[in-house]
């Protein structure tokens, strides 16, 4: 049964949690030692403030004697189009006050144009039909409403130079894509810093990472691999992985000589487009 993932059902969902671990005698250490999940997490579970996975669900029910209860009643992401890696930290996304992302190679998607999303989607594999294209599509444009407040959540964006020179789709489509985000640095909705290829090889370099925080909860990470994508919530974890995003922004250029070089590019591009519409 698909429940709608609201601050409401969250609330219920928790309620019922801590209703069933009280009557079983459990304290949040002894479910949480039994149910291999920590004690701070089922504390946000049953405050309304996350939702278990459906691994940690399972566990619950087994635990409790629940027969299926918190599996059947987890909150979905109401029909929301993502890939499975990635939604519980869109759930994550949605609430930060903080965000600070590194991107080895393609823009953050809540910084994507249309097309240049659509490009992205297009080549992913396994193929997906146009329908299921254009509802990840719609997800993706969707997440970039958290742009419009001006004052929350704060973005930072660290790009790799890789990032500006792979030409997705066409030269039309980046100028359109790094245009975009000069526009959003300059009228200083984000603040963006480009990491040239002279620095070579640096600690971030694997792939993509997302560090957030948050007004009720602690920090978290989010690392993206190959189809892959994991949350990391262990307080000397997601501290590690801040200090790593702090040393290597230190090698990065500074916010006014990134937006210098995305506009250079971009210029670089439209005159590439321009060629190849006169040719």
Not at 91 to 109: D, H, N, W
Not at 176 to 196: K, Y
Not at 227 to 234: D, P
Request: net charge negative; charged share 30%.
């Amino acid at each position: 049964m698909a429940i709608e993932d609201n601050p409401r059902s969250r609330e219920q969902y928790g309620a019922e949690l801590k209703r069933r671990r009280e009557a079983a005698g459990l304290t949040q250490e002894q479910l949480s030692q039994r149910a291999v999940m920590s004690r701070t997490h089922i504390a946000h579970i049953e405050a309304g403030r996350r939702r278990p996975d459906p691994d940690d669900a399972r566990r619950l029910d087994q635990v409790l004697g629940a027969t299926g209860f918190f599996e059947n009643f987890l909150p979905t992401l109401d029909g929301k189009e993502v890939a499975e890696h990635f939604k519980q930290a869109l759930e994550f996304e949605s609430r930060a006050t903080v965000i600070k992302e590194y991107a080895p190679s393609l823009v953050p998607g809540i910084l994507q144009t249309r097309p240049y999303a659509y490009e992205v989607l297009s080549c992913s594999f396994p193929r997906k039909c146009d329908e299921e294209r254009d509802k990840l599509l719609a997800t993706r444009l969707e997440r970039a409403c958290i742009l419009d407040d001006f004052h929350s959540p704060e973005i930072w964006v660290l790009l790799d130079e890789a990032v500006l020179r792979r030409v997705v789709g066409s030269p039309a489509v980046m100028y359109e894509q790094l245009r975009h985000i000069a526009e959003l640095g300059e009228s200083r909705r984000i603040r963006v810093h480009v990491l040239p290829y002279s620095v070579g090889a640096h600690p971030l370099q694997e792939g993509f990472l997302s560090l957030m925080w948050f007004e009720d909860l602690p920090p978290i990470a989010y690392a993206e691999g190959v189809n892959s994508g994991r949350i990391l919530e262990l307080p000397s974890v997601v501290r590690e992985c801040q200090d790593l995003y702090d040393h290597v922004l230190g090698d990065a250029l500074s916010h006014r000589k990134s937006l210098d070089l995305l506009k250079s590019v971009a210029e670089d591009y439209e005159h590439e487009a321009q060629r190849a519409h006169h040719s």
